[in-house]
């Protein structure tokens, strides 16, 4: 029996404009008088999916999906002015005025935990519950792990071949620093290159057995180049946070009466499971669900289910 449920398409597509720059790709699915959800995706720059509507009970919720500035059919795409995390949180709250919501659920994974712990911990009374999955909060140590390492490095070394491949040696001592200059710089051929390389990287490590029509998505010039360029821009500005800042304990107190689960697959080795242990540490009162099968995709078997159990609990608030 599968664990999500079966697909639909939106009842209603529009645009926000939330400043002079950007418009923003809202759709709405589910039941219009259901419980309020909003689904965060990761990247940032990856944009949303209509699987990702799968994951709610489409009787109970409504279901909203947006793509953040510069990400999937939001415009002006890849743009990163304007594009902080405190303006993806005002985002948030302009999305939720918007729809006439006054408190509604938050779902997040990878990138999409980091923004719903802030959009949460920034605007408590606003949220009902929280599901997060594959912790990231954007510490240096995470980044580190993954982009410059060693760590992820020792265990896909070969796809760390050719992601350090496009950097020449003299600058591998700062690879997110060596890549936002190539995609942020004027010559389109070097930009495509290092777009396809730092989301290959991704790709490829994202799941326990290595998936070929996964790695595929880093060949879409459009996905490709959102992608690691608004990464990038994140990663080398700290996120626009203080290094650990979700994580604090004056910060988790704002948040620790709301419900929440947290899902961790055990062999995630983008948002390695520590930081999701760190966050459990600072924040006893969330369910915490350890998938021992499972990478950093939401979309392997066990960490799926335990999303869609999550959602089915939190259907009934």
């Known amino acids: 029996m599968p664990s999500t449920f079966p697909p639909i398409s939106p009842y209603k597509t529009e645009f926000l404009q939330v400043d002079e720059i950007h418009n923003i790709s809202i759709k709405q699915y589910g039941n219009p008088d259901g419980k309020p959800v909003v689904f965060l995706h990761g990247g940032p720059g990856g944009g949303c999916d209509a699987y990702d509507a799968q994951r709610f009970d489409p009787a109970k919720y409504h279901i909203v999906l947006f793509d953040q500035r510069g990400s999937g059919d939001s415009t002006p795409a890849s743009c990163l002015e304007n594009n902080t995390t405190q303006h993806l949180v005002s985002d948030i709250e302009k999305i939720r005025e918007h729809l006439g919501i006054d408190k509604w659920n938050v779902f997040g994974g990878s990138w999409g935990s980091t923004l719903a712990l802030a959009y949460a911990q920034e605007h408590p009374t606003r949220v009902k519950s929280l599901t997060l999955r594959g912790i990231f909060t954007l510490r240096k140590e995470e980044l580190d792990f993954f982009y410059q390492g060693p760590g992820t490095s020792f ?16 600058e591998r001592g700062d690879m997110v620093a060596a890549y936002y200059k190539r995609l942020t710089g004027t010559d389109e051929k070097v930009r495509a290159e290092a777009g396809r390389a730092w989301s290959t990287w991704e790709m490829a490590t994202s799941r326990l057995y290595v998936d070929p029509k996964y790695i595929a998505r880093a060949d879409a010039p459009g996905f490709a180049d959102a992608f690691a360029r608004i990464e990038s821009h994140y990663f080398i500005n700290k996120g626009f946070m203080e290094d650990g800042q979700l994580l604090k304990k004056e910060n988790v107190d704002k948040i620790r009466h709301i419900p929440a689960v947290i899902v961790q697959g055990r062999y995630d080795c983008v948002c390695p499971a520590k930081t999701a242990f760190d966050l459990k540490k600072v924040w ?16 392997e078997e066990g960490t799926e289910k335990a999303l869609v159990a999550a959602t089915n609990k939190f259907a009934e608030l």
């Open 155 to 170: 265990i896909f070394p070969e796809y760390w071949d050719e992601y350090v491949s496009v950097i020449p040696e003299e």
């Open 284 to 299: 006893p009162e969330a369910e915490f669900v350890l998938v021992g099968d499972s990478g950093h995709s939401a979309v």
